[in-house]
């Protein structure tokens, strides 16, 4: 078999005249609302807590559990796409996602719950790659801007309002309308694919190649169990549920990478970071994303449990920062188009160390609208940042590639919030330990309070170090030159 074809997913020769703009709304609608979940439970994880009489910690795994199986499924995803067409795939993963839904909304104990989010993230970890390989698939270099700008407001925006529209609903409503409230729009995604989504790939059925699929999974697997351990305070590295997951994956992960070097017809192909602006965008959206699902995250616990505001008020704070990210995100790719990716990545990185140092000096006292600020901010960085580098690399890219860099990307992206949310909470949660052991009364609500601010604070210490490296790394963008067929 011809593994250059094989990896290619190539377009079938009409393409042309498929038109682009409903297959664009088909991906979009159902990219929006299986990503939204990422973070739509993170406000009512208070709520989850009590009802289901399960620690904080645990409750935590609805959300790394989740990006754990985007994690490990996307890589499977590149072999995927050349054995399913577009239609298949994505059908395939919303009716999964809609499934998943179900059993969230009607699940009777933390363990069914658990399980139906496990559903939706396999619809989830199988749709974004085929939503980013049908745009490189459609748009030529040239006009790649302004429709990955289109997918960064999906990317972006909806885990970015996920906190808000949470703290709506559960201001009248209890959490299981987060998931009845989805269903109905998962259900109308499907619709509207089976009428209008074509297909846009050629089935080229590579080989299968077993131990990769299982390396892969026991890779990325290990490494986000172990950093999500880390992140409930199981006695930190220390811990052998912390470092003996880690250890595994690493080792995995180290075995994967170089059967993927060694095939001819690799699963994930890496050599996709030969392209210098591949590897730098990379590393760019690791530290983006480490930084945005941890802020949703660190965020509302210290604005509900530290300065006691409702769900409701918690979810209005961080509305005009989701705004600000969906509005900007197709601005942000029509200027990429226009400018380059140098002209956004370096201020958009100098704007995020400016909030990410601001964000350590928060307190019990810090007023709504310096918070509000500070997430807009924020929000205008990450849109400067995160689709203009991504973008940038994928071009520098030969088609053949597209699958492999698309999963390559969307891994990481999901790997690296899990791992971001695992390791900021095991910071939080290690520096309020240390607070309540140097003061008189441990159990009184003043200090558990000023705790949760210093742990917050630690937090944010360790986003600001990752905002830096982002800067300095900007600087070594340029703007790709598309390969030569």
């Known amino acids: 078999m011809n593994t250059s074809t094989a990896a290619t997913g190539a377009a079938p020769q009409d393409l042309g005249n498929i038109k682009r703009l409903p297959i664009l709304i088909s991906l979009i609608i159902g990219a929006f609302f299986s990503i939204l979940n990422e973070t739509l439970l993170n406000i009512a994880f208070v709520d989850l807590s009590i009802e289901f009489d399960v620690a904080y910690t645990t409750v935590q795994w609805l959300s790394t559990g989740y990006l754990l199986v985007v994690g490990i499924l996307i890589p499977v995803s590149a072999l995927l796409v050349q054995w399913f067409t577009t239609r298949q ?8 996602f809609s499934i998943g839904t179900l059993v969230c909304a009607l699940a009777p104990e933390f363990s069914v719950l658990l399980i139906g989010r496990v559903l939706q993230a396999f619809g989830t ?44 609903i559960l201001e009248s409503l209890n959490w299981r309308w987060l998931f009845y409230l989805v269903l109905p729009f ?45 992140g409930e305070g199981h006695g930190g590295w220390a811990s052998e549920r912390v470092y003996l997951p880690v250890i595994a994956g690493g080792i ?148 053949k590639y597209y699958p492999h860099g698309s999963a390559i990307l969307n891994t990481l992206q999901q790997v690296s919030a899990a791992i971001g949310i695992a390791f900021f909470i095991s910071v939080m ?26 742990g917050v604070n630690s937090s944010f210490k360790l986003g600001l170090v990752f905002a830096i490296i982002a800067l300095i790394m900007s600087f070594f963008i340029k703007r790709s030159v598309p390969p030569k067929a």
Do not use: C
């Open 89 to 96: 795939m994505f059908l395939g993963a919303m009716t999964l």
């Open 125 to 168: 970890g199988l749709m974004l790659p085929v939503m980013m390989n049908t745009i490189l698939l459609l748009y030529p270099p040239e006009k790649r801007g302004a429709a990955m700008g289109t997918m960064g407001l999906v990317i972006m925006f909806a885990p970015a309002i996920g906190p808000t529209l949470s703290g709506l």
């Open 186 to 230: 998962a259900i109308f995604s499907i619709l509207f694919a089976f009428v209008f989504l074509k297909n846009v790939s050629t089935i080229t059925k590579p080989r299968v190649d077993i131990l990769s699929i299982l390396l892969s999974t026991v890779a990325f697997g290990g490494i986000v169990f172990g950093f999500s351990s880390l």
């Open 252 to 399: 995995a992960m180290l075995l994967f990478i170089w059967r993927q070097l060694v095939s001819k017809e690799p699963m994930l192909d890496f050599r996709a970071f030969k392209a210098p602006m591949f590897s730098f965008g990379t590393v760019l959206i690791i530290i983006v994303m480490m930084s945005l699902f941890s802020t949703l995250l660190l965020l509302p616990i210290l604005m509900q449990q530290g300065m006691m505001l409702s769900a409701f008020a918690a979810g209005l704070v961080l509305l005009p920062g989701g705004i600000a990210n969906g509005f900007l995100s197709p601005i942000t790719g029509k200027l990429f188009d226009k400018f380059g990716p140098r002209a956004l990545v370096i201020p958009g990185a100098a704007i995020l160390v400016i909030v990410m140092y601001f964000f350590t000096q928060l307190s019990l006292d810090t007023s709504k609208g310096t918070i509000i600020l500070l997430h807009v901010m924020m929000s205008i960085a990450m849109s400067m940042i995160m689709m203009p580098a991504q973008t940038n690399g994928l071009n520098q890219l030969s088609p």
């Open 429 to 454: 949660t290690t520096s309020q330990k240390n607070y309540l052991a140097d003061v008189a009364d441990p159990t009184s609500k003043i200090e558990l309070a000023n705790s949760l601010s210093v």
